[in-house]
């Protein structure tokens, strides 16, 4: 607290010698510096009651008292006596030019009726999201019809992309405040869209599904730290990236991101041991099968460990089987079926299993160098047992990719992955090779919301692959170059 001198008391008693000109400037400075003080605890208050009232949605009444009202006469008679020749100190309080009615006005925040507050209520329960991801990306491969092989979003060169829009809706469960439930839809367009929904080889009807790419119900169980349970549809955790490209270190996706699933069908439950370490279980249609394609329910068991606030581990192990045991076939039967839904029966049909064993780690090293690596294994066959003119020998998918990022000015950073997949039976690109590539990205963050991203890519293979300039003719890498801009807005936090 601020206080008068002892010096300044007694001179301004009667009878003392006069107050020098030192005196009375360091005194008329105590009395601004007491004014400023008082001035700031009036704002403060004041911020504080209309807070109070916007979370209760009652009228207060404003404290119209002026700054420095609460000083006393007595204290006011000093500091005047102190001046010479009368001098008003000019004290916070006595200016009334500002009446009591206008404090009033400044200070009473406008008062909310029910219905506005529950929509307010409503709003601060809910987010909607928007994001649009565009590119330009030039493959100097020169590859006829302009595509750019083994990419899963940054599909054509040399030309200006929508590779995705996209829009979220979520209410997220808040048990704390006696919310267990929750909801979360999401509308995707654009060539992302054509990569991640509707093949036709995993859906029966994909174009019901296609512009969905997530929608689930969600519920938290008061079981143990909280078993939250979702029924829908949603992006696989099956690998370390994800479908959000403002949330990845690079722009253009892994092989391993364009390989594994890409979202599941069904049920998933995730329950915290404790603060290190966390269980998931999943039952679904299959892997990219909304609608299944047979009969058999796919299952994962995954664990993610928190060995330290700086490290995330993912350990998944994913069971099941994919291949249909029915042919769709045009309507053509008395009774009516909707579109897509008249089959004949594959018999006998393919039973063989699918394993994926899929594992990986984040490490913040500093606050601004992070860390990353992934590793994947995955067997699949197309008969559980051999029968005479049938195989039942495993294809095999192998490898990994390592990850970097360094984050420089809050604007700039810096990022880099390396890669290496062994599709040595054709499973993934349809033929035996092995893959590598490297990228190297740069960030720049213009505002929240809209991020530059430039990325520099080769991918090799030990076989001639890649598209080229000529028909026909194959090529053993590819080099692109890409500038993506991304866009994005709403009250959801953190990764999407």
């Known amino acids: 607290m601020f206080g008068l001198s002892a010096l300044g008391l007694a001179q301004a008693q009667p009878g003392a010698a006069p107050a020098s000109a030192e005196d009375v400037r360091e005194l008329r400075t ?15 208050v004041a911020e504080l009651r209309a807070e109070v009232h916007a979370q209760r949605g009652q009228e207060f009444a404003a404290d119209t008292r002026q700054p420095g009202a609460h000083i006393t006469p007595a204290v006011q008679t000093i500091v005047a006596s102190a001046l010479p020749g009368g001098v008003s100190p ?37 987010t909607i999201n928007f994001g649009f991801d565009g590119y330009y990306s030039y493959n100097f491969n020169a590859p006829v019809g302009r595509v750019n092989l083994l990419r899963s979003y940054d599909v054509l060169s040399n030309a200006f992309s929508v590779n995705q829009a996209s829009v979220i809706f979520e209410h997220a469960p808040n048990p704390s405040a006696g919310n267990r439930f929750g909801m979360r839809l999401d509308l995707q367009f654009g060539q992302a869209t054509e990569t991640l929904q509707g093949n036709p080889a995993n859906e029966p ?9 997530q929608v689930y119900g969600t519920y938290v169980a008061p079981l143990g730290r ?19 490209t403002k949330d990845q270190i690079n722009y253009s996706r892994a092989y391993w991101f364009d390989f594994l699933p890409f979202y599941h069908m069904g049920l998933r439950a995730d329950l915290p041991i404790n603060n290190k370490l966390a269980v998931n279980y999943w039952l679904v249609n299959g892997t990219q099968q909304t609608e299944p394609t047979n009969g058999f329910k796919d299952q994962l068991f995954g664990v ?13 192990y994913y069971f099941g089987q994919d291949h249909p045991d029915v042919v769709q076939i045009p309507n053509s039967g008395p009774i009516p079926l909707q579109p897509g839904l008249n089959f ?17 780690a984040t490490w913040q090293a500093t606050p601004k160098l992070t860390l990353a690596g992934e590793g994947d294994y995955v067997v699949q066959r197309l008969w559980r047992h051999a029968a005479e003119g049938q195989s039942s020998a495993p294809s095999i998918v192998s490898g990994g990719a390592v990850y970097a990022r360094y984050q420089f000015t809050p604007h700039v950073a810096l990022g880099g992955r390396t890669e290496y997949l062994s599709d040595r039976d054709g499973l993934f690109s349809g033929v035996p090779q092995a893959l590598k590539e490297v990228t190297g990205t740069f960030d720049y963050k213009i505002a929240d919301g809209f991020l530059m991203r430039y990325e520099w890519r080769r991918d090799f293979s030990n076989q001639p692959f890649f598209l080229t300039d000529v028909q026909g003719v194959r090529s053993d890498h590819q080099t692109t170059a890409t500038v993506g801009l991304i866009w994005w807005f709403g009250r959801k936090q953190g990764a999407w």
């Open 205 to 213: 009807r994909p174009d019901v599904y296609r512009n969905i790419f």
């Open 30 to 44: 105590l009395v601004q510096e007491l004014a400023a003080r008082d001035a700031r605890l009036e704002a403060e």
């Open 226 to 244: 909280g078993l939250t349970i979702d029924f829908g549809k949603w992006g696989s955790s099956l690998g370390i990236e994800g479908n959000y």
């Open 304 to 316: 993610v460990l928190t060995p330290h606030k700086t490290v995330n581990w993912t350990v998944n």
């Open 90 to 126: 000019n004290l916070p309080g006595q200016n009334t030019s500002t009446t009591s009615q206008e404090l009033q006005s400044k200070a009473a925040p406008p008062a909310f009726t029910s219905e506005d507050r529950g929509i307010l209520d409503y709003l601060k329960g809910n």
């Open 344 to 360: 004949v029966a594959i018999r006998p049909a393919p039973d063989g299993r699918l394993h994926i064993f899929d594992s990986y």
